[in-house]
């Protein structure tokens, strides 16, 4: 009778206990964690490379590659490969510095803007390493993300959501050629040669992947 009894308490007192036993041992699965930058701050090591500097030059610049280990400030036509946030000074150019690669992680970047330009428009590489909105200039420039701020005049900073650059190659309209008649119907060797020549600035300027826009 007493074991019986015995028995039956500790089933009761095993019951009773259960639900935080079955806590106890219960494993919560967690997400895996990975190691990229969603916020506006710096990325780690691996989305930067560390350059010298070519020349002295302001902060928050997009820069190119230049020589082996170094890199110069980017001009309006040059493709670049990131920014540097740091101002370079004549004291600097012995000293490594880190270069911010652009479309390698998702964050902002500050840039300086070379002009107006308006909030979430497409940014374009501009003179002295600055950014500008769409150009109405002929020319070859590099598209680099949007703008999450409008600037109104050059020399503002504003956040850069950016990408991997993308040439774009703005070309002026097709030669009109005409005859003497003031009609370009009859086909005539100076037409003729008008259309080689623009074809052949359009293929040149596509030989690798483009985007296209004609004044």
């Keep these: 009778m007493k074991l019986a009894f015995c028995i039956l308490f500790l089933l009761a007192l095993f019951a009773a206990f259960l ?3 079955r806590a106890a041992v219960t494993f919560e699965p967690r997400p895996l964690s990975l190691a990229v930058n969603t916020g506006t ?3 780690s090591a691996e989305n930067s490379v560390n350059l010298l500097p070519t020349a002295a030059h302001a902060g928050n610049v997009l820069v190119k590659r230049g ?8 001009g309006a036509n040059d493709e670049p490969i990131g920014l540097v946030v740091s101002p370079v000074l004549a004291a600097d150019l012995g000293r490594k510095q880190a270069v911010y690669m652009l479309g390698s992680w998702r964050s902002q970047l500050p840039v300086v803007s070379g002009g107006a330009t ?18 109405s200039a002929a020319g070859t420039y590099w598209r680099v993300g949007r703008g999450h701020l409008a600037a109104g005049a050059s020399g503002i900073q504003i956040p850069l959501e950016h990408t991997s650059p993308i040439k774009l ?3 002026t309209e097709f030669t009109a050629v005409t005859t003497a008649a003031g009609s370009d119907a009859g086909t ?3 037409l003729a040669n008008a259309i080689k020549a623009d074809l052949t ?8 992947p483009t985007l296209f826009k004609f004044l």
């Design 169 to 171: 190659v703005v070309m």
């Design 41 to 43: 701050g710096f990325p």
């Design 188 to 190: 005539t060797q100076a």
């Design 201 to 208: 600035a359009l293929r040149t300027a596509g030989a690798t």
């Design 118 to 135: 308006t909030l979430g428009g497409w940014l374009y590489t501009a003179a002295n390493g600055q950014v500008q909105a769409e150009p």
């Design 19 to 21: 639900p935080s036993l």
């Design 67 to 74: 020589a082996a280990g170094y890199y110069d400030v980017c």
